[in-house]
């Protein structure tokens, strides 16, 4: 039974998350109801993602995986996957993988990219893709405080209050700021291991509070001593999240066959940021 | 009664273009609106646009200007507007301008950006902002093709044929194409002294056409020559369009007072595209 490794892009805006849903559009339900409709299928095709994304996040190189007993090839699914979702949705690469690979549990590391925008009024092209913050922000004392979350911590202060991860200590390995030269966007990377759930925007939040003035530096560490969400900053808004890459310890590449090719650079790592 | 000179960017995705209609949402009608009752007025306030942007055009540098009695100021109208607008329109900069001074008739030159995304599948976050073309292009061919409209020709076969302008000679300064470095786009970049309804899109439809190879490249010469609409490529769609900036003989700058600041460098030029 070949396991199917999909890249996925897409713009969160439109959707309620990765997640499939009862009532809700989610990147999962789209992408299950094309595929049981392309296998001809009489059950539902399970997808597995490597991130629950949450609504209103986006994504440039999600992972995912599935199996079928088919003789469809990967340029079936290829075509019939962006054919049959909407074009906020991209599959930008499919492959035959490992029949051991799962989206998730295989996975070594992700990398994110939170995304603000600076200024004073509301950019409106990117007005989906960022968190517009309008006061001044100590860009230095940003990326000091950033530097901070580098290594392995216990991260039980930086979640949703409703995340139910029996495990809270996790380890990352860059958490950057980063300011654009030609505008005022200022981005925050993150990389690490794995995630709690809405981690990576209450760390973003958090910085974005000490870089206006609002909450004192030290509380990074008394968050990370403490475990207390209520001393650490809001959860920064889904809409400014990226993910952009996921990592695994190798990859089988299979060649022509399922390179789509243009979209991203394939030669340095499986999975890049277009 | 003071002339007040605005710099606006907008998505043009969901507007029915610039100019103010009966029924439908357009960027002129927005700001009309918004300025009636920024100034409580009795009579719709004209706002007069330096380009009459198609439906679905986008704009980083268009410039308008109004004229008023009250002694509101400039921040009063900057907040205003961008307060009272969507957040897919911005008021990046507002001036007091000459009395002298209109948006259209004082303009000396615009410039355009077509963008192009050459790739199987559809971008799933500029999909509002580039053609979508699949085939491959020969980019070497398609430059030298756009070489060939810089100078003063008559572009009477490219344009709409609904256009009514009664002279169709104008100057191209500058028809470029660029590719992107990193990814499949491809831009047209077109500045000239003034243009003629729809005159960009049908230049892009034709270099794109020869590029594909649908068209022989000496078609270009041809409509130039005979001005027969026929002979030239398709209109390229509007979303792949963007008023980049509009030139004017020179501005009284105003100083701290009307400078926004940091959407975009107002050091060098008084337009620019962020």
New interface residues.
């Given amino acids: 039974m070949p396991t199917i490794r999909l890249h996925i892009?897409?713009?969160g805006t439109n959707y309620h998350g990765w997640q499939i849903q009862a009532r809700d559009r989610s990147i999962e339900g789209e992408l299950t109801a094309a595929l049981t409709r392309i296998l001809d299928a009489d059950e539902a095709i399970k997808v597995q993602g490597a991130s629950r994304t949450d609504s209103g996040v986006?994504a440039r190189g999600q992972v995912a995986h599935f199996r079928h007993d088919t003789d469809r090839t990967i340029w079936d699914f290829c075509r019939g996957l962006?054919g049959l979702t909407d074009?906020?949705?991209?599959?930008?690469r499919a492959e035959v993988a490992d029949d051991a690979f799962h989206a998730r549990h295989s996975a070594r590391g992700k990398r994110y990219r939170y995304r603000i925008w600076?200024?004073?009024?509301?950019?409106?092209?990117e007005?989906h893709?960022c968190w517009h913050v309008c006061g001044t922000l100590d860009q230095e004392l940003m990326a000091s405080v950033a530097r901070q979350f580098v290594g392995e911590h216990d991260f039980a202060g930086f979640r949703s209050v409703h995340c139910s991860s029996p495990t809270t200590v996790r380890c990352m390995k860059r958490v950057e700021v980063v300011a654009d030269t030609?505008?005022?966007f200022v981005d925050v990377i993150v990389e690490g291991d794995a995630f709690l759930q809405h981690m990576v925007r209450v760390m973003v939040g958090t910085i974005v509070e000490i870089g206006l003035g609002r909450l004192d530096a030290s509380r990074v560490h008394q968050v990370l001593e403490t475990g207390d969400r209520r001393l650490a900053g809001r959860t920064a808004p889904a809409q400014g999240l990226t993910l952009c890459e996921v990592r695994y310890p190798e990859f089988d590449w299979e060649g022509d066959e399922p390179n789509?090719?243009?979209?991203y650079?394939a030669a340095s790592t499986p999975i890049t940021c277009?």
Avoid: K, M, W
């Fill in positions: 892009a897409y713009d986006h962006n074009d906020d949705i991209c599959i930008v600076n200024h004073r009024f509301v950019h409106p092209f007005r893709r030609d505008e005022p789509i090719g243009g979209f650079d277009y």
